[in-house]
């Protein structure tokens, strides 16, 4: 019953984003903006994290609220359109359009109050200057030739957008945060770290995370940066005096990922390296070759090798590049998987020299892997370590069976 309830409630969820998202737009014309009163008020909208992986980070938004005119809007830049063509290819690539859109205030609440998150309301300390100035340019912003952008998780998000826009409204520039001690500014936190401050580190959900995500995550995130964080910005804003009150609009309810595994990456890397150790040993004392073990583990490598070698050279995911998983997880693999199943009883299929020489180069690049990783070039999932030693342990059995120590089946 729990299952089904679980579903309904996301089947609802996406139904009432939807019809958020696809509402009548309003959208002015420029000569026909109206002018806000003066007891308007523009507000950042801080939302907390939800149960699924794409909420889980939190959300901001901006309200625009004017009584005297009947406005009580929400302009939102995390949405995209699902009928955008080619829209999973887009995506994979790092090359679907996000947008802003803009919705009631009254439906924005409905769909975070169904979800159970909480939602914060910081009003925004602007002059009639500031005020009119931000509310010229949202409208400017929501006009269908303006409103999309090429989302960056990192560096063009929900979050950041509004920090530019806000700082750049009120004269605050990125050196003014940065220069700023009093905020925190030396910081030794990383990107990643502040994942792993919404997402537990040894959870499966995390460590998929940090496969994907290469050396760039690694960078120092000062307090300016930390700001793509929609929490981190509001903390930002109140900190430099932007947000003069802050109001709890919605409490949050009960909620958590999802993350429920029968056992844990860690536990899976190491039983992965005591079963390599226990094949390899039982090859040693009857000098026998198991070579199909081998093909199930290495072609596994092989297609995440491709998925990161694709991620990092073929997308627009920058964060994705440089990543030192390419080092344990080799695409070498891919040719010895290949040679390894063409083989039967013997290495007459293929020339021996050439697999014993991309066996050694796995064997470096696993060390290579360790080590790097030990010293902390890349913060790195850490059941890649375990499944990195039974790789150089099947590599080097597979070498002692080129070498005809033990007989190939």
């Not at 995506?91 to 359009?97: S, T």
């Not at 910081?122 to 952008?149: C, M, T």
């Not at 430099?240 to 309810?253: A, C, D, G, P, W």
């Not at 902390?376 to 150089?392: K, Y």
Request: charged share 20%; aromatic share 16%.
């Amino acid at each position: 019953m729990e299952c089904f309830n679980a579903v309904y409630k996301r089947l609802f969820t996406y139904i009432g984003i939807i019809i958020c998202l696809f509402q009548q737009q309003i959208v002015y014309a420029d000569n026909d903006i109206p002018a806000l009163s003066s007891n308007a008020r523009i507000s950042l909208l801080t939302c907390s994290s939800g149960d699924e992986l794409y909420s889980v980070f939190g959300h901001s938004a901006i309200r625009v609220y004017d009584d005297s005119l009947g406005i009580d809007v929400v302009y939102n830049y995390g949405t995209f359109d699902f009928n955008t063509p080619n829209f999973y290819l887009k995506f994979m690539n790092g090359d679907l359009k996000y947008m802003m859109s803009l919705s009631s205030f009254k439906r924005f609440m409905a769909i975070y109050n169904y979800e159970g998150r909480a939602v914060r309301e910081g009003i925004l300390q602007l002059d009639s200057v500031q005020r009119k100035q931000l509310w010229d340019f949202l409208n400017w912003n929501i006009l269908p030739e303006n409103r999309y952008y090429r989302y960056d998780f990192f560096f063009d998000n929900c979050a950041t957008r509004i920090r530019d826009i806000v700082f750049n409204v009120k004269a605050i520039t990125e050196n003014d945060i940065r220069n700023n001690e009093s905020l925190g500014s030396n910081s030794s936190k990383t990107f990643r770290d502040y994942i792993h401050s919404y997402v537990p580190e040894f959870t499966w959900t995390a460590q998929g995370i940090d496969l994907l995500l290469g050396m760039k995550t690694d960078d120092k995130a000062d307090v300016y940066d930390r700001a793509y964080l929609p929490a981190y910005l509001d903390s930002l804003f109140i900190n430099t005096n932007v947000i003069s009150e802050e109001t709890e609009l919605l409490k949050r309810r009960d909620s958590s990922i999802n993350d429920s595994f029968y056992f844990s990456p860690d536990m899976f890397g190491w039983l992965l390296l005591l079963i390599s150790v226990a094949i390899t040993i039982y090859e040693i004392r009857n000098k026998r070759y198991f070579k199909y073990f081998d093909i199930l583990f290495f072609i596994s490598c092989a297609l995440l090798s491709l998925l990161f070698w694709y991620l990092w050279l073929f997308t627009k995911h920058s964060v994705c590049s440089s990543n030192l998983n390419v080092l344990w997880a080799s695409v070498l693999y891919i040719p010895m998987s290949i040679m390894l199943f063409r083989s039967l009883n013997r290495y007459s299929n293929f020339s021996s020299k050439s697999m014993m020489s991309m066996s050694v180069l796995n064997i470096l690049f696993l060390t290579a892997y360790v080590l790097l990783s030990f010293i902390g070039v890349q913060d790195t999932a850490s059941m890649t370590i375990p499944i990195s030693f039974a790789l150089i342990i099947r590599n080097i059995e597979l070498i002692r069976g080129i070498n005809g120590f033990i007989r190939v089946e």
